[in-house]
């Protein structure tokens, strides 16, 4: 059977809602977790149409708020497929913040939402392929292989890190921060 691709346009989704009084934190910004909901919905939307199936979230990559959202501003959220594997996908998004009144826009972040599709059962399924039709679609895809390659290597780093620190014998890595041991 002819394996099933589909171009990154087929599927692009573009979320626009207006940063509503109810969405503020004490401080009267934006709250941050307001912003990852509309990225996770985004991402699954985008997810799901390219997949032909439902998606669900297993990792989120690159969520560094750069800049507060402020009440009144218009929030929209640029969703595509970066890459695909197997049975998942990575969705980038990019998130865009702007104030009418001033006629500012701000690009406040960037991430990457690894989605996986799932079957009937329940069980992850193969997503088709993805045809890349310009450069920066191809740099995209080939971003995202570095950083599931780079996010490997960080994992068994961290892993050997975690077997190799010894509390009792390392304590002098505390030394310049700003804690104290009282045991
Ligand atoms: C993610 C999940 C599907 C993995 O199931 P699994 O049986 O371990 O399946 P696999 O090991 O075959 O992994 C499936 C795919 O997920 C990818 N994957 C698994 N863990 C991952 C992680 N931490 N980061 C990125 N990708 C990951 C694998 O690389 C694989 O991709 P590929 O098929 O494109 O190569 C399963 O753990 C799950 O359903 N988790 C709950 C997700 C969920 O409900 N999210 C909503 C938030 S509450």
Same mark, same amino acid.
């Given at each position: 059977m002819e394996q099933d691709y589909k171009p990154v346009r087929y599927s692009q989704t573009t979320l626009t809602?207006?940063?509503i009084p109810a969405y503020?934190?004490?401080g009267g910004k934006i709250h941050g977790?307001?912003?990852l909901s509309l990225m996770d919905k985004v991402a699954y939307a985008c997810a799901s149409k390219h997949?032909? #199936?439902?998606?669900?979230?297993?990792? *989120? @990559? #690159?969520?560094?708020?750069?800049?507060? *959202? @402020?009440?009144?501003?218009?929030v929209s959220m640029y969703?595509?497929?970066?890459?695909v594997g197997n049975t998942s996908l990575v969705i980038g998004i990019k998130v865009v913040?702007?104030?009418?009144?001033?006629?500012?826009?701000k690009h406040t972040n960037t991430s990457y939402f690894t989605m996986v599709a799932k079957d009937e059962q329940g069980k992850p399924t193969?997503?088709?392929?993805?045809?890349l039709n310009s450069k920066e679609e191809i740099r995209r895809f080939m971003e995202a292989l570095k950083r599931k390659d780079l996010k490997r290597t960080y994992k068994e780093e961290l892993d050997n890190a975690k077997t190799s620190l010894k509390a009792d014998t390392e304590q002098h890595l505390l030394?310049?921060?700003r804690c104290k041991v009282s045991l």
């Open positions: 809602e207006l940063m503020a934190n004490f977790g307001i912003l997949a032909g #199936n439902y998606c669900v979230t297993v990792s *989120v @990559e #690159n969520v560094d708020f750069l800049e507060p *959202v @402020e009440v009144g501003e218009m969703a595509s497929v970066n890459y913040a702007e104030d009418f009144k001033r006629g500012i826009v193969q997503v088709p392929g993805l045809i030394e310049t921060e």
